[in-house]
């Protein structure tokens, strides 16, 4: 296990339609992170996990978002009733709790709603 | 909330040496790191300061005022493979999340 990785990397979908993404943090990681990134922009938390508790969430993420991690291994983070607003890149990052606690970052998922 | 600030873009030549600066305004500060993000790909770590003063890595070097709430990043000896933009982000006491700027888009000509 080299790095965090994402799936799919591409998302096109139509408004109104439900989406969901896949991430697997680096194997001994206990903490994951999702964030999205709009163009210009930096990445903007959204919610984490540490094992398979959400402990804190953003007022960013809506009541059409929602975010698991069952096992605390992988997680997916769901969007349901996309809008165009939507289209970004999500980003999910691990971590282990101890030290500096560096973030390291899966390649994303972008989706484009249209 | 955390309030940080970055200059949005700068141009060097190849060789050369740029700094790019960040301050910032938090409460509860508990380190400041820099990304490398290139377009279209993740953000990959470059470095992290918790204590003031400079780290030095290869090419490139941070280096961390916490009573001004300011970073700057430099790197050496610019290649054409450093174009990519610079995103720095500080953690604060108790939340984990990272508070992230905009990110200053380097770019580097020949």
């Known amino acids: 296990d080299t790095g965090v990785s994402q799936d799919p990397r591409h998302k096109i979908t139509k408004r109104g339609q439900n989406v969901t993404f896949r991430c697997d943090p680096i194997?001994?990681?206990?903490?994951l992170y999702w964030y999205r990134q709009t163009l210009g922009q930096g990445p903007e938390f959204l919610t984490y996990?540490?094992?398979?508790?959400?402990?804190?969430k953003s007022r960013l993420l809506s009541d059409r978002f929602s975010a698991e991690r069952p096992k605390g291994s992988f997680s997916t983070l769901e969007i349901q009733r996309t809008e165009q607003g939507d289209s970004a890149m999500y980003l999910c990052?691990?971590?282990?709790?101890?030290?500096?606690?560096?973030?390291?970052f899966g390649p994303g998922t972008r989706l484009l709603v249209l | 909330g955390q309030n940080i600030d970055q200059p949005t873009e700068m141009t060097a030549t190849e060789g050369a040496i740029v700094q790019i600066n960040c301050t910032y305004q938090?409460?509860?500060?508990?380190?400041l790191f820099w990304y490398q993000q290139h377009a279209g790909e993740a953000p990959t770590f470059l470095s992290y300061?918790?204590?003031?003063g400079l780290e030095e890595k290869g090419r490139f070097s941070s280096f961390l005022s916490r009573s001004k709430g300011y970073s700057y990043l430099l790197l050496k000896e610019l290649q054409m493979k450093d174009s990519a933009s610079y995103l720095c982000?500080?953690?604060?006491?108790?939340?984990?999340?990272?508070?992230f700027g905009k990110g200053n888009q380097v770019v580097v000509i020949p």
């Open positions: 990052a691990s971590s282990y709790s101890a030290g500096a606690e560096t973030q390291y």
């Open positions: 194997s001994e990681h206990n903490r």
């Open positions: 996990f540490q094992n398979e508790a959400q402990l804190e």
């Open positions: 938090t409460s509860g500060f508990n380190g």
């Open positions: 300061n918790v204590l003031d």
């Open positions: 982000a500080v953690i604060i006491y108790g939340n984990n999340r990272l508070a």
